[in-house]
């Protein structure tokens, strides 16, 4: 770099800097395999979501018993279920179900409990109420509170949102509130308190970015995890009620006639499994990427900050 | 230690209380009158007003919650509308085969996990630590109702070796009993085990890297004793906090696996419950639960506070 004379070479300067940071960040993304692969299933499964319907002529609820429980074949090719529906055409649109889901439960909790966790951090009193609050959600285990909420509330899909978002905020807030209890504590955050910034400026400009990364990657979990409960309240029978599919009230039928139609298992079975480990596999490389410092060779950290809901 | 006990029983009353307030909303946010709703359309105003008024629905509401909970706290859960019955003994009836298949996929997970969790660790990067590693990244993927239906799939539809459905109590003879639970314990003790197969690993390698490991390997003890007489003990209790965290979610995700096995368990009397508009049971099922799964951690924190005296001084 050439000697700084002027304001036009400090801001070539900072535009090549941002340059470099760029193509470094790029290949950092390229030399992580966990991380490509879960993009690249989640571009897969969001394609066949909003594209799926161009590639079949059925219609998800258009019934013909005469070709009830067809096995995979030419006509169906993914078979066709009790009602003579085509399972593929199903399973199109229970991923758009199940995506929609889960990235709307992610979203909310994420910002519920993002909002939560930076004021329960910087005030005491609201910690200690918000924090027992939480404490208290996340004692009940997590499928049974979504149950219970399903009964009282009826099902639905925007049910199942608010439900499982009820159900996952704590978690979000609780370890966005650990992270920013500790940037709190930083110099910098001393340094622009002493210059008289107030709290809303200090939590939202100052805090806030620092947790982004770790948000980013909480929320992906909680995605794969909505995408779980909302299978198996479905598959109960207290999630997306018919005749609308979902993976999981797909299996619910599929469970019927298991010792007939044993594609109406596997299929939406495998759909969900995939789904979710594309999710986990974002997680874990989004929470690596994030953090520079984590080398391959040591014992991973714990990606996920909470627990396993089904 | 006992400062440290009755700290950690106190610091529970707050969580209780969140819980129990929790539970006693459920009812509360239906849309429109409960009693309407547990009565469902057919019914006239006059008996949805006196159902309104047995259950207490017409005073003020925290009078409500503190009567709701002067009977939970007496053992009163109410009474199930549907069955007639308490619900506590509804529960009771239920509970036998929910903790019997949650005791066995816990036993399951444990074979599985822990052995293969040393190996891996003692293996790390090889190509066994890899295959075991990416097998527990799916089964992590997995939920246990979908391991289910697949086993259900392969093992009792195709091949027929085991009973699909159904339940047998102890009192039929062990063998009898263990038959129905085999496929719904395995289901929920395999995905668990890729859980506690990874914890196992990263603890295993943790206390691996440790000064006094080099020491026994110096000493020129056998590997075989290296490994389970001193590394394992002390990466063990690490173990146990997740063997205890995850036992609550065994026994909820055994309410989710009973469904699929026809087994008559707390789930299926849940799930029924909601059919039948039958909050009590819901409330009381839920209420029950949780009161397991926050004493079994209780537990593990009291025992791991016995065994390990740093945790007494560190936790606050």
């Known amino acids: 770099m050439s000697t700084i004379r002027s304001r036009e070479d400090l801001l070539a300067l900072r535009k090549q800097l941002q340059r470099e940071q760029r193509t470094l960040r790029k290949r950092r993304f390229l030399s992580q395999p966990a991380l490509l692969i879960g993009v690249g299933l989640l571009i897969l499964l969001l394609a066949l979501a909003l594209l799926g319907p161009l590639l079949t002529s059925y219609s998800p609820n258009e019934m013909k018993i005469v070709e009830r429980l067809k096995p995979p074949g030419a006509n169906h090719l993914l078979g066709t279920d009790e009602f003579g529906r085509d399972l593929f055409t199903r399973m199109i649109y229970g991923a758009q179900v199940s995506m929609s889901v889960g990235l709307a439960v992610a979203v909310i909790s994420s910002t519920f409990g993002l909002i939560i966790g930076l004021y329960a951090s910087y005030y005491r009193t609201l910690d200690h109420i918000l924090m027992r609050i939480c404490d208290g959600l996340v004692a009940i285990p997590a499928i049974?509170?979504?149950?219970?909420?399903?009964?009282?509330?009826?099902?639905?899909?925007?049910?199942?949102?608010?439900?499982?978002?009820?159900?996952?905020?704590?978690?979000?807030?609780?370890?966005?509130?650990?992270?920013?209890?500790?940037?709190r504590e930083q110099t910098y955050i001393e340094a622009i308190r002493s210059q008289g910034a107030g709290a809303t400026r200090i939590i939202w400009r100052h805090i806030a970015p620092n947790i982004l990364s770790l948000l980013l990657v909480q929320a992906t979990f909680v995605f794969a995890e909505a995408i779980i409960s909302e299978a198996a309240l479905s598959f109960l029978g207290v999630g997306i009620p018919a005749p609308a599919a979902s993976w999981g009230n797909i299996l619910q039928a599929g469970k019927l006639v298991i010792y007939k139609a044993w594609w109406m298992v596997v299929f939406p079975g495998t759909a969900i499994i995939v789904s979710v480990l594309a999710l986990n596999l974002l997680g874990d490389g989004l929470r690596d990427f994030g953090d520079p410092h984590i080398k391959a060779k040591r014992p991973r950290r714990k990606g996920k900050l909470f627990g396993k809901t089904v | 230690m006992l400062a440290y006990v009755v700290k950690r029983i106190l610091s529970l009353i707050p969580v209780l209380f969140v819980v129990t307030l929790v539970i006693f909303f459920i009812i509360h946010i239906t849309p429109g009158d409960p009693a309407a709703t547990i009565l469902g359309l057919e019914a006239s105003p006059q008996d949805i007003q006196q159902l309104?008024?047995?259950?207490?629905?017409?005073?003020?509401?925290?009078?409500?919650?503190?009567?709701?909970?002067?009977?939970?706290?007496?053992?009163?859960?109410?009474?199930?509308?549907?069955?007639?019955?308490?619900?506590?003994?509804?529960?009771?009836?239920?509970?036998?085969?929910?903790?019997?298949?949650?005791?066995l996929a816990q036993l399951f997970a444990l074979i599985l996990s822990i052995p293969f969790g040393v190996i891996a660790a003692y293996k790390r990067g090889t190509f066994t630590d890899v295959t075991l590693m990416g097998l527990s990244l799916?089964?992590?993927?997995?939920?246990?109702?979908?391991?289910?239906?697949?086993?259900?799939?392969?093992?009792?539809?195709?091949?027929?070796?085991?009973?699909?459905?159904?339940?047998?109590?102890?009192?039929?003879?062990?063998?009898?009993?263990?038959?129905?639970l085999i496929l719904p314990g395995l289901s929920l003790g395999i995905i668990q085990a890729a859980l506690i197969t990874r914890m196992t690993r990263s603890s295993m390698l943790e206390v691996l890297n440790l000064n006094f490991i080099k020491t026994a390997r110096a000493k020129g003890l056998k590997e075989k004793k290296v490994l389970l007489k001193h590394a394992f003990r002390n990466a063990f209790l690490p173990i146990l906090t997740i063997v205890g965290q995850t036992f609550g979610s065994l026994v909820t995700g055994a309410v989710v696996v009973e469904s699929i096995f026809t087994i008559p368990g707390l789930g299926q009397l849940i799930l029924n419950s909601i059919v039948r508009r039958d909050f009590a049971v819901i409330q009381g099922v839920v209420l029950v639960v949780t009161l397991i799964v926050i004493g079994i951690n209780l537990l593990i924190d009291l025992l791991y506070g016995a065994v390990d005296p740093r945790v007494r001084l560190d936790r606050k």
């Open chain 1, 144 to 183: 049974l509170l979504a149950i219970a909420l399903m009964s009282a509330l009826g099902a639905s899909a925007v049910n199942v949102i608010t439900a499982l978002s009820i159900v996952f905020t704590p978690n979000i807030a609780r370890v966005v509130r650990s992270r920013a209890l500790v940037i």
């Open chain 2, 138 to 180: 799916v089964g992590t993927a997995i939920p246990s109702f979908l391991l289910g239906l697949f086993f259900m799939l392969v093992i009792g539809v195709r091949l027929e070796w085991l009973p699909v459905a159904g339940y047998e109590p102890l009192s039929a003879g062990l063998w009898t009993h263990l038959r129905y």
């Open chain 2, 52 to 103: 309104s008024h047995e259950l207490g629905l017409d005073k003020p509401i925290q009078e409500q919650y503190v009567h709701w909970l002067s009977n939970v706290l007496q053992g009163d859960l109410g009474d199930s509308i549907f069955m007639k019955q308490p619900v506590l003994q509804a529960i009771q009836e239920h509970m036998g085969p929910t903790l019997s298949l949650a005791i």
